[in-house]
């Protein structure tokens, strides 16, 4: 990789084309900003909102599979919930029944997570249209009755619980929310930088072909089906892991969690919050998380349900009419008026000597 | 950085740290946590309570209500040791997960001391409240509930269904050993209690339907039981089900023996959805009150609980048996915490473990709440059965203890 050329330009001259180093751009710098308050956090609130942003981080981590699958590869899973169940399930049960380590059990998420991506993936991919839509469908209606039907192995109704934290804390000076919290964001930032790498680099510009076009595509030596079902594969994983972690925050995993109207909700996230985005990914699941507790507390009793859904309903028809690329894309076009309106002002304003700018300083 | 990229960037970081503050804005801050505001003498004493007013079992939540009207009459009459009794609540739509997360709010932000919920999803908040060391009382029926060895720091109000289940097997093998039976009840753990219960007493049903709450027909598995024989059915689940189920039975003229569990044969939960004719005849094996019975009508504990569901703003939900069933949850805690040696959890679970012939509101005339056993304090059922137009008393009270269902 060659060196970047970046110096600053001297002004009024012709800019040289903008390949800067990662660490001067923006949106390294906004991000830095974001983790550097994400980790102070934990000083800050009480354990119990730290319990729900550690929720919301699991569940972000399930939207940004999800946003994987149909925001950068063009393929719809309706059945990305159940996944995450199932990762929850395949957690808990090694830990609680076979008696591995967290890390083990969350590897073991992984890798069953993995197999269910294949097998689903396999015949849908083959088998082209909507048929990955429809398989996924099944098994989200599936997977709760499953988990029922097969109750002296999952627990039924009851579930499965931990018991004792799963992430406690090393040290006295942190309890076992803040540092549960602060394992979880690591987590949550490690996947979207490996989200972040995956869809920027040679297979990123290939799904884009995909999602153009499938004679595009395959005429610029793209092996779509192969491509697909890798990168549903992968979606699987990091659907099976997020659920792992929230069902280790939660400290349970029970079928009433996973039924078919999740994974519906993980798919409208995904689409309100903005599927081409990370940062959507985490706006969606902070609407998962925090809705119903806000319905039923401006609206006590049965109209709190349908406050929620309302309130869903609502912001998803706003995303699909005036907002297609969710609250993180109608955020950033915010941000980029804001951005317009400050350079016409600045182009508006009295010329400063070269000389006493601070970028002349520096 | 040009000044696109560094307006750009300074715009979005802005954002992020808006985003930020707001969401801290939300939150509540370390030090000012509830289980600090705890330790004062004359702060008040925190009970959470996670109810479903929403979801497939929304239509228990007159529970909720008589709860509070219990707690809103103890601290109109000055409260406990002059300490107001905060009651607060949060609607878990009988999801497990909203269960948990309400009952870590309860504990870790308002600091309660105790958490009280509804049904078998209860099972799920245990090993949490075994870890923060806080009691949980659930009012349900589920054998798991029973076991306090394992979970120390959970109780349930009623009894272990498996107890009436036992009742009732007891009652068929004596009067009708021959009978063909029928289960009809919830997909989850209450039927296998029941099951568990009818079983030691040597029933097994020919034909168990087990269905999801909130269905409504069921004129299938009727008929199914119709085509096995079933003679005997046994009706163990809330509104709507076991109301519809007996109107379409009355419809297409088949006249079953019929056993409705105590929690469901008020009322509320079937007789006024299937009308009293459906239900003339059945039988049920009681231990409350329920204020919508005629015979009920000049009870003076009815009375009082009337008038306390009325000037707690409750009264659309008074005539409910849950209400009044949530109402002697109340005062059951209040009693505790009348007795308790100290305004925490292990107090208090003290003195719940310690009630004596205990008179509560809820319950019918010369039943008491008793020394806990298997987590459960009520053991005593009259034998009911429904003449069209009330319930009517059968034999004497029976106390499972004495009969040697309950060690």
């Known amino acids: ?164 934290p799963a992430f406690p804390s090393p040290t006295d000076s942190l309890t076992d929310a803040q540092w549960s919290y602060l394992v979880v964001l690591t987590l949550l930032v490690l996947t ?80 309100v919050g903005g599927s081409r985005s990370w940062i959507g990914a985490i706006l969606g699941a902070a609407m998962v998380v925090y809705l119903p507790s806000l319905a039923s507390s401006v609206i006590p009793g049965e109209a709190s349900a349908y406050l929620a859904q309302l309130v869903f309903a609502v912001v998803l028809g706003l995303c699909v009419i005036v907002a297609s690329s969710g609250i993180a894309g109608a955020g950033r076009r915010l941000a980029s008026s804001i951005e317009r309106v400050l350079r016409e002002r600045r182009a508006t304003a009295p010329p400063t000597p070269p000389s006493t700018t601070r970028e002349e300083i520096r | 950085m040009n000044h696109q990229t560094r307006s750009r960037g300074t715009v979005a970081t802005f954002a992020v740290a808006t985003a930020a503050v707001l969401v801290l804005a939300g939150c509540t801050p370390r030090a000012a946590t509830g289980s600090d505001a705890q330790s004062a003498d004359d702060s008040p004493i925190v009970i959470g309570a996670s109810w479903p007013q929403s979801g497939p079992l929304g239509s228990v939540a007159p529970g909720l209500a008589g709860l509070e009207a219990a707690i809103a009459a103890a601290n109109e009459d000055g409260g406990v040791d002059g300490r107001e009794i905060e009651l607060v609540t949060a609607d ?142 046994i009706i163990n689940i809330g509104a709507p089900t076991g109301g519809a189920t007996l109107a379409y039975m009355d419809q297409i003229g088949w006249k079953p023996t019929v056993f409705l569990s105590s929690t469901v044969s008020d009322f509320h939960t079937v007789i006024n959805i299937s009308g009293p004719g459906p239900v003339e005849g059945a039988y049920s094996f009681e231990f409350f009150k329920d204020p919508s019975d005629p015979r009920y009508a000049d009870d003076d504990v009815i009375a009082q609980y009337l008038d306390d569901m009325e000037a707690s703003g409750h009264e659309k939900d008074a005539t409910n048996a849950l209400a009044l069933e949530g109402y002697g949850l109340g005062a059951a805690l209040v009693d505790a915490l009348s007795r308790t040696d100290s305004f925490d959890s292990e107090g208090l679970l003290a003195a719940w473990d310690s009630f004596d012939g205990t008179e509560n509101p809820m319950l019918r005339d010369g039943i008491t709440l008793e020394e806990s056993s298997h987590g459960r304090v009520i053991f005593q059922y009259q034998l ?24």
């Open chain 2, 384 to 407: 009911s059965r429904f003449d069209g137009a009330s319930w009517v008393d059968e034999g004497e009270i029976e106390d499972v203890r004495e009969l040697g269902i309950v060690e």
């Open chain 1, 1 to 164: 990789m060659s060196a970047p050329v970046v110096h600053t330009e001297p002004t009024g001259r012709a800019t040289a084309p903008d390949i800067r180093p990662r660490y001067r751009t923006p949106g390294f710098w906004t991000a830095v900003v974001a983790v550097a308050i994400a980790v102070a956090v934990p000083f800050l609130v009480s354990d119990y909102d730290l319990f729900n942003l550690s929720r919301v981080a699991a569940v972000a981590i399930g939207v940004a599979s999800l946003n994987l699958l149909t925001g950068f590869s063009g393929q719809v899973s309706l059945g990305q919930g159940a996944t995450f169940g199932i990762g929850g399930y395949a957690a808990m049960m090694a830990i609680r029944y076979l008696e591995w380590p967290v890390w083990v059990a969350l590897l073991a998420a992984i890798a069953v997570g993995a197999l269910v991506g294949f097998v689903i993936g396999l015949p849908a991919v083959r088998m082209g249209g909507f048929n990955l839509g429809l398989l996924t469908i099944v098994i989200a209606a599936l997977f709760p009755v499953l988990l029922y039907r097969f109750s002296d192995f999952t627990g039924g109704q009851a579930g499965v619980t931990l018991a004792a």
């Open chain 2, 92 to 233: 878990d739509a009988y999801d497990p997960a909203r269960l948990v997360e309400n009952e870590r709010k309860f504990v870790e932000q308002d600091g309660a001391i105790a958490v009280v919920n509804f049904g078998g999803i209860s099972i799920a908040g245990r090993e949490y409240l075994g870890q923060k060391q806080v009691m949980g009382v659930s009012m349900a029926g589920n054998s798991p509930l029973s076991d306090i060895e394992a979970f120390p720091m959970q109780r349930a109000f009623w009894p272990d269904v498996s107890w009436e289940a036992q009742l009732q097997g007891k009652w068929l093998t004596e009067h009708a050993p021959d009978a063909v039976v029928g289960y009809i009840g919830f997909n989850n753990d209450l039927t296998e209690s029941h099951l568990a219960g009818l079983a030691a007493q040597g029933v097994t049903p020919a034909q168990v339907a087990a269905v999801p709450p909130g269905t409504a027909d069921l004129s299938a598995q009727v008929s199914q039981f119709q085509a096995a024989g079933v003679d005997t059915v």
């Open chain 1, 192 to 271: 979207i930088a490996f989200l972040d790498q995956l869809v920027a680099r040679r297979t990123g510009r290939a799904l884009s072909l995909i999602r153009a076009g499938r004679i595009l595509a395959v005429s610029n030596g793209v092996d779509v089906e192969r491509l697909k079902l890798q990168f549903f594969v992968i979606s699987s994983v990091l659907a099976a892991l997020g659920g792992a972690i929230f069902a280790f925050v939660l400290g349970l995993v029970v079928p009433e969690s996973y039924p078919l109207v999740f994974s519906i909700t993980l798919l409208v996230a995904s689409v």
